[in-house]
């Protein structure tokens, strides 16, 4: 019996290519579009990541900051390959990098301070100037906060020493009395309004600069120390007593005499 071997046709290899083809390019598309997902994941998660050190810095220490700072303070492992990070008084902006895949921007400005009651004004000497100057700004972290000195300084120039007062109503007419009264001090006097510290971390970023700033003298108006501070279930005078150290710290009650505090202190 004669055999015969027979093979693939043209058609039917042409159609196994074909096959082959379509398979090749299903497989491609896939491909892209896991790494496209995969990308798009990557800089969601990134920028998250950004967002979250920038709030954690302003958090702990009044603002924000660029990407080494970030670093440096332990907030992030290492810098992004993915977003720019620029920061300045205004707040901070996430860029995606030149070579970036990410499409996103964050970014956002410093809150301002919640409006307050207006700085007590000092009183005029006879001259009709006033001895002293006591004005409103933000202490640390969008803490009120009204700051007075016994002479007017020039050239920019602060007293590097200070007393810093915690309190609300009772506190701010005893500081009003003080500047009328225009003690004679070589520090600089802060009334802290202790409605705008919600927390221990607000209190905590206060002592850290009070600090790094000379020697810091602290006086509460307990009559003030009204709620517990939301973070801890304390008292600010029991939080205080505690993390205050080695800084004074000192207790005035109702009728507590601001000025007296001041004036023994030097």
């Known amino acids: 019996m004669d ?39 990557g800089c969601s998660a990134d920028l998250d990541v950004l967002v979250k050190a ?29 977003y720019d990070v620029a920061a300045d008084a205004d707040g901070y902006t996430l860029t995606p990098a030149a070579d970036s895949p990410c499409t996103d921007t964050a970014g956002t400005s410093t809150a301002a301070p919640p409006p307050t009651a207006p700085a007590p004004a000092p009183r005029p000497s006879a001259g009709g100037s006033p001895p002293g100057t006591a004005e409103d700004a933000s202490y640390q972290s969008g803490v009120e906060a009204w700051h007075w000195w ?20 009772q506190a701010a007419d005893q500081f ?3 500047v009328a009264a225009e003690p004679p ?10 409605d705008t510290i919600p927390d221990s971390r607000k209190i905590d970023d ?4 009070a600090r790094s700033t000379g020697v810091t003298t602290l006086v509460l108006y307990t ?17 205080l007593s505690a993390a205050a150290t080695p800084n004074p710290y000192i207790q005035l009650g109702l009728g507590g005499d601001l000025v007296t505090e001041v004036t023994s202190i030097g």
Request: avoid cysteine.
């Open 3 to 41: 055999r015969h071997d027979s093979g693939f046709t043209l058609v039917e290899v042409l159609i196994v290519i074909v096959v082959l083809g379509v398979l090749s390019s299903v497989s491609v598309f896939a491909v892209r579009g896991i790494t496209s997902r995969g990308e798009i994941e």
């Open 54 to 82: 920038q709030e954690s810095h302003e958090t702990l220490f009044g603002g924000y900051a660029d990407a080494p700072t970030l670093v440096a303070a332990g907030l992030l492992a290492s810098e992004s390959v993915r």
């Open 150 to 169: 016994a002479t007017i300084e020039t050239n920019s120039s602060r007293p590097a020493n200070e007393v810093l007062v915690f309190g609300r109503q």
């Open 176 to 178: 009003a009395a003080m």
């Open 185 to 194: 001090t070589t520090r600089r006097v802060t009334l802290l309004d202790l």
């Open 206 to 209: 206060i002592l850290r600069q």
């Open 223 to 239: 009559a003030d120390d009204t709620g517990m501070l939301s973070d801890t279930n304390q008292s600010v005078a029991a939080y």
